[in-house]
């Protein structure tokens, strides 16, 4: 069983830089993917990128496209999501998950974080 925690949200200007971490304890199979997912009140869970455990394939939504970028440390066990250029509309409660399938449906994605709060104002 894996326990994924996230850190690194906070309250941020537009334009500014935010990295967020996810520690998984636990081990996850070798075939695992990793996603970073975010929601707002009222929205359904929105896909922001995956990255598969082992491998560089890495795969984002069009609207942080350019802006974030995914990554992870396997030693560690930490997956990042290192966001810059910050939007308001980028603000709200970031997850983590993982996956077996390589797919941006929340539904298949089997263990969650707790989520951290981003929150950039104008």
């Known amino acids: 069983q894996v326990h994924l925690v996230e850190s690194g949200g906070g309250s941020v200007q537009a334009g500014d830089s935010l990295r967020l971490s996810c520690a998984a304890s636990g081990r996850a199979s070798s075939n695992s993917v990793m996603g970073w997912f975010r929601q707002t009140p009222g929205k359904e869970r929105e896909f922001v990128a995956m990255i598969r455990w082992r491998g560089t394939s890495a795969f984002y939504a069009d609207s942080v496209k350019g802006r974030f970028a995914i990554s992870r440390n396997n030693p560690e066990n930490i997956l990042y999501l290192q966001m810059n250029s910050l939007k308001t509309e980028d603000t709200a409660v970031y997850y983590c998950?993982?996956?077996?399938?390589?797919?941006?449906?929340?539904?298949?994605?089997?263990?969650w974080g707790q989520g951290t709060q981003v929150t950039v104002a104008s």
């Open positions: 998950a993982i996956a077996s399938e390589y797919d941006r449906d929340y539904r298949v994605y089997h263990t």
